[in-house]
């Protein structure tokens, strides 16, 4: 019986490369939420318990909606709803740093992770019902981890550290933000390929 990693290898490494390019979106952009805590109470000397108040209210408020975006996903399909979140990272990343980086309300400051935190909490139904879709039953479990592993590491792994240094080399919240459009913009990329492949060939 031959391993699934070396079928998955030998027969899937389009879908293996796809299911990667995903997960470093949907990880890339989530994995920001982890460097908040950092940038408050480390970058700008907030109160360590006032930020942790407003990330656990975040999280809470963030996490209420969670059943909702699998019945949306499997209403809308998830190649929709994975992109319109991802667009919706896109649009929000802005306006959402520049508010952690301009008040000290906590209010406001939860207010701004608890739009973040929803959408991270949204891209994982799509994002992680699509990467499994990508593979066969009788390998679906391999490739698809392969797929998320790869998006783990150079996405959701590497995002505090990179949106650190990003702040640093250009002293603004611009350099995360950025981060956060280029991991949204290889996912999108990816499902376009997904579409440009589902898409009816024209008989000449």
Do not use: H
């Not at 990880?27 to 920001?32: F, H, L, P, T």
């Not at 929803?118 to 699509?130: D, I, K, Q, R, Y």
Request: charged fraction near 10%; include cysteine.
């Amino acid at each position: 019986m031959k391993s699934p990693l070396r079928v998955v290898l030998a027969g899937y490494r389009r879908e293996v490369l796809i299911a990667g390019a995903s997960a470093i979106g949907v990880n890339g952009a989530a994995g920001v939420a982890q460097w908040f805590g950092v940038y408050l109470a480390g970058s700008r000397d907030l109160s360590a318990a006032s930020v942790l108040a407003a990330y656990a209210t975040a999280m809470v408020l963030g996490a209420l909606w969670t059943p909702l975006w699998g019945r949306l996903a499997d209403r809308v399909g998830q190649r929709e709803l994975l992109t319109a979140i991802l667009c919706g990272f896109i649009l929000l990343a802005g306006p959402i740093l520049a508010l952690l980086a301009s008040t000290e309300n906590p209010v406001l400051l939860a207010a701004g992770m608890t739009v973040y935190l929803t959408l991270t909490n949204a891209v994982m139904a799509p994002g992680f019902g699509l990467i499994a879709g990508l593979f066969p039953a009788p390998v679906r479990y391999t490739g698809a981890n392969l797929g998320q592993n790869i998006g783990t590491v150079l996405g959701g792994g590497t995002a505090p550290l990179v949106c650190g240094a990003l702040l640093l080399a250009t002293g603004s919240v611009a350099g995360p933000v950025l981060w956060i459009v280029a991991v949204s913009l290889v996912a999108l990329a990816a499902i376009a390929v997904l579409r440009a492949a589902a898409a009816p060939q024209k008989v000449s």
